[in-house]
């Protein structure tokens, strides 16, 4: 899938000092699907139990995408060290050991969260409920990490830098909105927290060495947006579905 390109005037302009640049990163946060119509009326206690289903079930595909992303960007990645780091989000999503406690990995706690919503776990894995513009999405994604530079899929990844809030959001609304939901369930959110602050140390650290122009800082920006741009699309696709 080709990235927008936004014609700019970069040619002969300076590039951005890093907190500069830094700072158009983090602005892009206006674009996130925190402010997505859908979301908004999910944490305000405005969805359905069905609703509800319907997002934790497409959404899942996008959690069992991550890691076949992160593993695509992993064997781009030539330098040892930054794959040291970056493994580390497969195993956050894969797990670490069995199937039980901290260490079974992200996948296994939204399967739960699917449990205390009401989805049955064969039913979650069997993918069924997945519409087909939220698959569309998440696999351009998945082929965007194994072709693109290392390095542009590392950016393409920044839209960690908001994520904790939403999941911080969900942890202070869902229990008070919807107590039909199992307590035990909402455990993914409170684990992406401090993950989440991890991976976006480093993958900034990365966008920020990399690119190091005016038109490339505009690159990264573009990529970033591209990221955005799938988020909110799968919700576009996943309130249709729950119509």
Known sequence: MEIAQHPRPANGLPAWTPEAFEAQLRDKGRSYHIHHPFNVRMNTGGCTPDEIRCWVANRFYYQICI?????????????????????ERILDHDGHGDFEGDAAGGIEAWTRLGEAVGISRE?????????????????????????????????????????????????????????????????????????????????????????????????????????????????????????
Not at 67 to 87: F, G, I, T, Y
Not at 196 to 211: I, N, P, Q, S
Request: with cysteine; proline share 6%; charged share 25%.
């Open 67 to 87: 890691p076949r992303k992160d593993a695509a960007v992993l064997a781009n990645m030539p330098d040892r060290a930054h794959r040291r780091l970056w493994m």
């Open 123 to 243: 039913e979650l894995w069997s993918l069924q409920g997945v519409a087909p513009a939220v698959r569309f999405a998440c696999d351009a994604y998945v082929n965007f990490a194994a072709k693109a530079p290392w390095q542009e899929a590392v950016c393409s990844s920044l839209t960690e830098m908001f994520a904790p809030q939403i999941h911080k959001d969900r942890l202070a609304t869902w229990p008070r909105h919807y107590p039909w939901i199992e307590a035990n369930g909402l455990s993914y959110f409170r684990s992406r927290i401090p993950l989440a602050g991890r991976d976006v140390e480093h993958g900034l650290r990365v966008t920020l060495e990399h690119f190091t122009t005016r038109a490339q800082q505009h690159r990264a920006l573009d990529i970033l947006q591209f990221k955005l741009d799938i988020l909110w699309s799968m919700l576009d696709a996943i309130e249709k579905a729950s119509q």
